[in-house]
């Protein structure tokens, strides 16, 4: 069977024949850029977020158990019994509390200023500023008062509130504000 175009449609299929392809197909840029606002774009933010603890979480995982396999190959009988006092303790729980506060801080400020966006931001099409804002000097600052105010404020108090007012308001308070690419 085989294709080819006729007048009443744009393919016929008829048996024993070769396949003929159309050469009228354009790949031109047929739309111009859909923005993203409202209830679409702090509903992408949340998803970034969450994205983003979840690798921050992972990688606090990853160096807990790193530390614990250097901890467990040494032989030290003082030091075996320095982990063991402290793995029954709270001071586990906190330890593992400052350093995910730790990483997240780092995460969302150096791959935001060096990379301009987080893993989260980057795979829904988000990013805090544009790109002629990375260049001027104060931008470390205003990502990095971005950072601090969430954090203050709580992770998701300040993203569900954009939520229900439809503006970013971490971005209006900071002047980093959230753009999309798409």
Aim: net charge positive; charged share 15%; glycine share 6%.
């Amino acid at each position: 069977m085989d294709i080819i175009p006729n007048k009443q449609s744009d393919l016929e299929i008829r048996p024993n024949a070769q396949w003929v392809e159309q050469t009228d197909l354009s790949s031109a840029f047929h739309r111009g850029p859909v923005r993203r606002k409202g209830y679409k774009l702090t509903g992408w933010l949340l998803a970034s977020v969450i994205t983003d603890l979840l690798i921050i979480f992972m990688c606090t995982l990853v160096f807990l158990i790193g530390a614990s396999l250097v901890f467990k190959a040494i032989d030290n009988t003082q030091m075996q019994q320095f982990v063991n006092s402290f793995l029954n303790t709270t001071a586990l729980k906190q330890t593992i509390v400052y350093l995910f506060g730790y990483i997240s801080i780092m995460y969302f400020i150096f791959l935001r200023v060096f990379l301009g966006s987080t893993i989260g931001e980057w795979s829904c099409g988000i990013r805090i500023g544009q790109p002629s804002d990375r260049m001027q000097s104060n931008y470390v600052l205003k990502v990095v008062a971005r950072v601090l105010l969430i954090t203050c404020t709580g992770i998701f108090l300040l993203p569900i509130l954009s939520l229900i007012f439809k503006k970013d308001i971490a971005g209006y308070l900071t002047k980093a504000s959230l753009y999309t690419l798409k």
